[in-house]
């Protein structure tokens, strides 16, 4: 089992910075990659950035060259930096992380983006 602990949204304005944390605990071990989704009001969860063994990394395309995800770091705590936002990043944004054919998920974080 893998826990998964998301920190850092907050209400920030256009053009603002976040950066979000996503602190693992449990079978770290098991991990193969970690990604952020997002959810809009009335929208699907949608995929924001991945980042697998080997470093591979992928963005959405709403998102490419604002957002930089990161690999786990010492803290076992993955990072999404977030720059130049726009209102439409305001969504809840989920930490995954992927250990085989097992999904496991944070509570998610709000991220506000208005003036």
């Known amino acids: 089992q893998v826990q998964l602990v998301e920190s850092g949204g907050g209400l920030v304005q256009p053009g603002g910075s976040l950066r979000l944390s996503c602190a693992a605990s449990?079978?770290?071990?098991?991990?193969?990659?970690v990604a952020w989704y997002r959810q809009a009001p009335g929208k699907q969860r949608e995929l924001v950035a991945s980042f697998s063994s080997g470093g591979i990394t992928n963005y959405a395309d709403s998102v490419k060259g604002r957002f930089t995800i990161s690999g786990f770091d010492a803290k076992n705590t993955v990072y999404l930096q977030m720059n130049s936002l726009k209102p439409e990043d305001t969504a809840v944004y989920y930490c995954?992380?992927?250990?085989?054919?097992?999904?496991?998920w944070g509570q998610g974080t709000q991220v506000t983006v208005s003036s």
């Open positions: 449990g079978s770290i071990f098991s991990i193969n990659a």
């Open positions: 995954n992380a992927k250990s085989g054919v097992d999904d496991f």
